[in-house]
């Protein structure tokens, strides 16, 4: 079910289609699946478009680490998720793109930073717009989204979900076309910061300046963070 590319691919200015017609697994980049694409591979293929997953039967797809050059010879990055239930991951290290279009039925998980480096950005959770599921696109804490042209958020019905701080970036347009919910972190109490500072060989004292003195600023430090 995997793909052992030894040579190379070049499709000019038509498309090239990959996926599994099993259901199975669809991994880029350091990911693996059922069908891996590794950065090797990635750096091997010159096409106008790579529709990853646009196959019938495609499964979720993994995305991990794919490399500024392994993407270079590919202009527009089509990962097609769209089968029912089905889910677009990127986890691990970042990953960069010329462009890049993510269509998932089943939501998007964005666990690290995604880049484009020439064109637009769009990630659709909920490409049927039927309540079926997650449908969201969900991003951990801390992370950074950034295009080089328009960045583009949508999920119908799951909505925007970030785990912390979240940062959208783009050169033109960031279009957020969904409802986002962000959750915010506790602010420590003084119990906890005395533990924090106790564990460390400070006296109680030490702990008690530093938590009423953050605390009367909201637990913004000098940066407004």
Do not use: C, H
């Amino acid at each position: 079910n995997d793909l052992d590319l030894d040579g190379s691919i070049t499709t000019g200015t038509g498309d090239l289609n990959l996926g599994a017609s099993d259901g199975g697994t669809l991994a880029m980049g350091d990911a693996v699946g059922d069908l891996t694409v590794d950065n090797d591979e990635l750096s091997r293929i010159n096409t106008q478009n790579l529709n990853f997953g646009s196959t019938e039967g495609s499964g979720d797809i993994l995305v991990d680490g794919v490399t500024a050059d392994a993407s270079e010879n590919i202009v527009n990055m089509n990962l097609d998720a769209t089968g029912d239930g089905n889910s677009v991951t990127f986890e691990g290290t970042e990953s960069v793109f010329n462009t890049l279009d993510v269509q998932a039925d089943d939501g998007i998980y964005v666990n690290t930073n995604i880049t484009t480096d020439t064109g637009d950005l769009t990630l659709e959770g909920d490409a049927d717009n039927i309540a079926d599921g997650n449908d969201a696109v969900n991003f951990a804490d801390g992370i950074r989204v950034e295009s080089a042209n328009d960045l583009n958020v949508d999920a119908s019905t799951g909505g925007i979900n970030g785990a912390g701080e979240l940062f959208l970036i783009a050169d033109n347009n960031v279009n957020v076309n969904d409802t986002v919910t962000v959750t915010t972190k506790d602010a420590p109490t003084v119990e906890m910061v005395r533990e924090y500072f106790n564990s460390r060989g400070y006296v109680e004292e030490f702990a008690d300046k530093f938590f009423y003195y953050y605390n009367s600023l909201d637990w913004l430090n000098t940066k407004n963070k």
